[in-house]
């Protein structure tokens, strides 16, 4: 984080850095201590923690009234439900499951002010089962855009056993601003007022940021 509390981006994402430096250092060791194996490790290591922890500029939408995808990802669940704990009410759901190869940097679907933020302790069951959103570790973000208030869930998966919030309540965040990450295969559910138009469906994939997910209506 910088001073200022905002995230600053990177090729990279910041969380990243400490690992592939330890890739780094085995390779160095390996090299020194004329172990090939341990060489190998070390780029491998640090070359698969580049890779996942990339964080790329996106191209995001300028025309108002758009939600874009919080997540990038494969669209699992398109619903309609009850939602209780954050906006007290019925909600359109949509869920986005991130494998291990898709980028972990979540940001916001739409511009808004950080209202709340809580994290829940759970299971790390796998991401895309239907019952994930009930039982898994998560990070709730909620935002409030013109009276309006959605939220965003980030939810742990089988492998994910860390989730990194880049805002903290009272913040203001653009559209498509980075918010926070999941290290390793996850799933972002975000809950909109039954005024949005849901642009996406189930087998869809979206990138975070930049592809329209609804509209308000």
Not at 79 to 94: I, K, M, Q, T, Y
Request: charged share 20%; aromatic share 8%; glycine share 10%.
């Amino acid at each position: 984080m910088a001073e200022s509390g905002r995230y600053q981006p990177r090729l990279i994402a910041a969380p990243g850095y400490p690992l592939i430096l330890a890739g780094v250092v085995l390779v160095f060791l390996g090299l020194i201590g004329h172990w090939p194996w341990l060489t190998v490790l070390g780029l491998l290591a640090g070359g698969f923690c580049a890779y996942f922890y990339r964080d790329p500029q996106r191209e995001i939408p300028g025309a108002a009234g758009l939600i874009v995808s919080p997540a990038d990802g494969l669209v699992v669940q398109v619903d309609e439900v009850r939602e209780n704990e954050f906006l007290h009410g019925p909600a359109r759901r949509v869920a986005i499951f991130m494998n291990v190869f898709d980028v972990h940097v979540n940001r916001a679907p739409l511009a808004g002010t950080v209202v709340e933020m809580r994290h829940r302790d759970g299971e790390y069951k796998v991401a895309s089962r239907d019952d994930a959103a009930m039982r898994n570790e998560q990070q709730a973000v909620v935002l409030e855009s013109e009276g309006r208030r959605v939220l965003v869930v980030q939810i742990a998966g089988l492998l994910a056993r860390r989730i990194i919030p880049f805002v903290k309540p009272g913040q203001n965040l653009a559209r498509g601003e980075r918010l926070g990450m999941i290290c390793f295969g996850s799933r972002v559910d975000l809950y909109l007022p039954l005024t949005a138009e849901i642009k996406v469906k189930v087998k869809d994939r979206v990138k975070a940021g930049s592809s329209v997910i609804g509209r308000w209506a």
